[in-house]
């Protein structure tokens, strides 16, 4: 048998992908499964962006660009911050990356030596302890509470801080709470970073996905001093409904986004050619398809939190961003099914989709044994036959 590098017995698959292949499975053999998993919007890409990377494909533009990708879409990514949230950067603090995930490994990558810390707020991003622990750094967690929103405070994360932190994940909205951040903790946190000369690894791809009143703004639109520590990192995955196209981005300091260059260069080089013209009329023509998406989500929104008021053992807090709910589920822990009796959030996984028929993501692997995490990137009509089926299974919880 094959000796594997030690490095793979740090991470493990994402164990969400367990319950993706089972709901997949059950609807193979003709069983109506409600999916409540992806982690992708399911509007389709606007047509615009279509038509510009058929275009691109049709005039011949097939071969390599720039490692980082091609000079104009950098161009135009800081146009578009620059339009949009004041901030100025150059090309040369820009950088293209095979979506967001990617671009994040890469700032990873790029920033850590072994022993390097990172703090990772809980709950997280199932990719972030993950990938810290790849390019050889520790993931520090900073636990937070539903009671307090699934936020930190300033104060948490500067009592975390070591001589080896390197820096901290914040996002917000966050994946999978959908908590946000008010401006004053966002204050609080730049402060801490500037103090402590940390680095924010700001994950603002759900920015755009946001219910409250206004829109959201980048981190250092709140404290422009942060702007050198700041690593805006995001993409058009979520806001443009573009997660199969694989594009990502990071904004700021020079010498890591020349890092980050140099070890794509080694390595993916160029994100697509043709998705980088999709990606150039997207940036061009900004966000402003967005306000149907978000009526949409929201109403979806509201109808599951209606219904968890009425379903028995299930409590949720309002998400004000992103497109999913964490209810917690704590009420059906050691209550009994056909299956058995529920007790983590992989038992309340299970049951639902075998019950109910009803598949959702458990909450252990994001760091929230308590909750489970439901996408409601699927039409109203699934959603409510979803509620039903939820409503009807808890009830028969003995
Ligand atoms: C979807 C997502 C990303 C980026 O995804 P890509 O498809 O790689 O662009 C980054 N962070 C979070 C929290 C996400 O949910």
């Known amino acids: 048998m094959v000796k594997l590098a030690d490095r793979m017995s740090l991470i493990k698959p994402s164990p969400t992908l367990a319950i993706t292949a089972k709901a997949k499975a059950m609807k193979a053999e003709g069983i109506d499964v409600v999916g409540f998993g992806a982690g992708e919007p399911d509007f389709d890409t606007p047509d615009f962006v279509k038509e510009a990377a058929i275009t691109a494909l049709r005039e011949g533009k097939t071969k390599y660009t720039d490692a980082p990708g091609m000079p104009e879409l950098r161009d135009a990514l800081c146009a578009f911050y620059k339009r949009t949230e004041g901030l100025d950067y150059t090309r040369a603090e820009s950088i293209i990356s095979v979506g967001g995930k990617h671009a994040l490994y890469n700032i990873l990558m790029a920033l850590l030596s072994p022993g390097d810390e990172v703090i990772i707020p809980t709950p997280y991003w199932v990719s972030y302890p993950d990938m810290t622990l790849l390019a050889g750094g520790t993931p520090v967690f900073l636990k937070t509470e539903e009671k307090n929103g699934f936020r930190f405070t300033a104060d948490e994360l500067d009592a975390l801080v070591t001589p080896r932190t390197k820096a901290v994940v914040v996002n917000s909205p966050s994946n999978p709470s959908g908590a946000v951040y008010d401006v004053a903790t966002l204050k609080g946190i730049a402060?801490?970073?500037?103090?402590?000369?940390?680095?924010?690894?700001?994950?603002?791809?759900?920015?755009?996905?946001?219910?409250?009143?206004?829109?959201?703004?980048?981190?250092?639109?709140?404290?422009?001093?942060?702007?050198?520590?700041?690593?805006?990192?995001?993409?058009?995955?979520?806001?443009?409904?573009?997660?199969?196209?694989?594009?990502?981005?990071?904004?700021?300091?020079?010498?890591?986004?020349?890092?980050?260059?140099?070890?794509?260069?080694?390595?993916?080089?160029?994100?697509?050619?043709?998705?980088?013209?999709?990606?150039?009329?997207?940036?061009n023509a900004g966000t402003g398809h967005?306000?149907?998406?978000?009526?949409?989500?929201?109403?979806?929104?509201?109808?599951?939190?209606?219904?968890?008021?009425?379903?028995?053992?299930?409590?949720?807090?309002?998400?004000?961003?992103?497109?999913?709910?964490?209810?917690?589920?704590s009420g059906w822990y050691g209550k009994k099914w056909s299956g058995g009796v529920i007790k983590d959030?992989?038992?309340?996984?299970?049951?639902?989709?075998?019950?109910?028929?009803?598949?959702?993501?458990?909450?252990?692997p994001f760091g929230a044994p308590d909750n489970i995490r439901l996408s409601y990137a699927l039409g109203m009509d699934e959603i409510q036959k979803g509620i039903d089926r939820m409503a009807a299974a808890a009830a028969s919880l003995k």
């Open 191 to 283: 402060a801490v970073a500037k103090k402590r000369n940390i680095i924010v690894i700001w994950d603002e791809i759900y920015k755009d996905v946001y219910y409250g009143e206004g829109r959201l703004r980048s981190l250092p639109h709140y404290d422009p001093e942060v702007k050198p520590l700041t690593l805006i990192c995001s993409g058009l995955a979520k806001n443009f409904s573009m997660t199969g196209w694989r594009i990502g981005w990071v904004l700021g300091d020079k010498e890591i986004v020349t890092a980050m260059s140099t070890i794509q260069g080694q390595s993916t080089s160029n994100p697509v050619t043709f998705a980088q013209y999709g990606a150039l009329a997207a940036l």
């Open 290 to 329: 967005i306000g149907p998406w978000l009526a949409e989500f929201r109403a979806r929104r509201d109808a599951l939190l209606a219904a968890f008021e009425r379903i028995p053992g299930i409590s949720c807090l309002k998400p004000e961003g992103a497109f999913y709910v964490f209810p917690n589920i």
């Open 345 to 364: 959030s992989y038992d309340a996984t299970t049951f639902l989709l075998q019950e109910a028929r009803v598949a959702v993501v458990p909450g252990d």
